[in-house]
Nanobody
Framework: QVQLVELGGRLVQAGGSLRLSCAAS????????ANWYRQAPGKQRELVAA???????NYPDSVKGRFTISLDNDKNTVYLQMYSLKPEDTAVYYC?????????WGQGTQVTVSL
């Protein structure tokens, strides 16, 4: 059984930093890679960071230079380090991975950025 558990979301002031973590069981990030998505109220879920098992990363322009995704293979945990947070970064952040065609999602963690 695959489980993804995200931690780290909270209220933070604009300009601040935050690190989210996602621990996996039943699946290996070093084999399948991992992604972070976010969904703001009334908006579609969007990809904010991706990492392959080999460590290649990808970011959309909206977060490039401010967000960093990383893997700790010993802990089978993926992190999302976020800097220079903006109110528009407010969303529920989800960890995601896949095995073949089947995606797996965490429960989400709320990040709220205040002015």
């Amino acid at each position: 059984q695959v489980q993804l558990v995200e931690l780290g979301g909270r209220l933070v002031q604009a300009g601040g930093s935050l690190r989210l973590s996602c621990a996996a069981s039943g699946i290996l990030f070093r084999t399948n890679g991992a992604n972070w998505y976010r969904q703001a109220p009334g908006k579609q879920r969007e990809l904010v960071a991706a990492i392959t098992g080999g460590g290649t990363t990808n970011y959309p322009d909206s977060v490039k230079g401010r967000f960093t995704i990383s893997l700790d293979n010993d802990k089978n945990t993926v992190y999302l380090q976020m800097y220079s947070l903006k109110p528009e970064d407010t969303a529920v952040y989800y960890c995601q991975t896949s095995r073949g065609w089947r995606p797996y999602w965490g429960q989400g963690t709320q990040v709220t950025v205040s002015l």
